[in-house]
């Protein structure tokens, strides 16, 4: 049985999380002023940034001692400038207290090419100075929270959560490139969220955490972290902004009609903030 908390408010105050309750935080921030999803959300960079900084100092105040955080998150062209969002949120994490463990270069399918092609331009000038790559890539940053103590978990939830090392060698696991085939943009749940495929938080819950523990997803989105974790024996818990991502968070979780291969006594809690547009993070890089 697993319990499920879906937070409707701004993740830059986790108010309703307590101290060291988390055993693994797992997100895909968005992407600053991405031209087609969050074209102008933020005034400026250091807007966006300063939301990072408030997630990071909550991520380290949640997360219990030796526990991980993922970031998928990747640098950003805007208007021909690249803004260098994966060194910045690098910084933040570590400047939070976070030790930098790992990076993980998810790569999707050649054909991708859900913006545009940028490699274009050059097609109708064929000259120099006018090539922009297509990015086919996304980074997976990983950071840990001081040291892990192995022996602290009980012999039986280790062996329920043990990875399958079948699984692992012939999908690859084991580099530091993941090719993953990204959501279609079409995609009936995630359309209109830059989602990221249940793959990505299916290896990060099974290689980061164990049975019966807590996965937190600050930036939940159409809820796939939280769907996955319920598949996996994990707890949940999602903030999100818009409140109309309910119905959707609930349909993919498989809260709104009840799927036999789901264990019935599963919760979903949903908490609906007052202040989601309002809060203010006052932090100590400001
Ligand atoms: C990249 S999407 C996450 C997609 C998610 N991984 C999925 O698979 O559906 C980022 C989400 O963060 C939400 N968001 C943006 N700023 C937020 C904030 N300050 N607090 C909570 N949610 C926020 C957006 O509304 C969006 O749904």
Not at 34 to 50: G, T, V
Not at 165 to 177: L, P
Not at 245 to 258: A, R, S, V
Request: charged share 30%.
């Amino acid at each position: 049985m697993s319990y499920h908390k879906l937070i409707i408010g701004n993740s830059m105050s986790m108010q309703e999380i307590e101290d060291e309750s988390v055993h693994l935080m797992l997100t895909s921030p968005p992407y600053f002023n991405a031209p087609f999803d969050y074209k102008d959300l933020y005034h400026n960079y250091d807007q966006y940034l300063n939301v990072l900084q408030c997630v990071a100092k909550e991520a380290y105040r949640v997360l219990e001692n030796g526990r991980i955080v993922v970031l998928n998150i990747d640098d950003m062209l805007i208007n021909g400038d690249k803004f260098p969002i994966v060194a910045d949120a690098t910084k933040i994490f570590v400047d939070a207290g976070f030790r930098y463990r790992d990076r993980i270069i998810w790569k999707k399918p050649d054909g991708y090419l859900r913006i545009s092609r940028r490699s274009g331009v050059i097609l109708q000038n064929p000259y120099p100075m006018y090539f922009y790559p297509d990015n086919l890539l996304e980074s997976i940053i990983i950071f840990q929270k001081g040291r892990f103590d192995y022996k602290s978990i009980p012999k039986e939830v280790r062996e329920a959560s043990k990875i399958d090392i079948k699984e692992f060698s012939d999908n690859k696991w084991y580099m530091t490139i993941w090719e993953m085939t990204n959501v279609l943009p079409n995609s009936e749940l995630e359309k209109d969220i830059a989602a990221f495929p249940e793959e990505l938080p299916y290896r990060i819950i099974k290689l980061f955490s164990y049975v019966g523990e807590t996965i937190l997803d600050p930036f939940v989105g159409s809820g796939t972290t939280m769907k996955v974790a319920r598949n996996l024996n994990r707890n949940s818990i999602g903030i999100e902004v818009k409140e109309s991502l309910i119905p959707i968070i609930k349909k993919k979780m498989g809260f709104d009609e009840q799927m036999s291969f789901l264990d019935k006594d599963d919760k979903l809690e949903i908490i609906i903030r007052d202040d989601k547009n309002e809060y203010n993070c006052q932090n100590q890089w400001n």
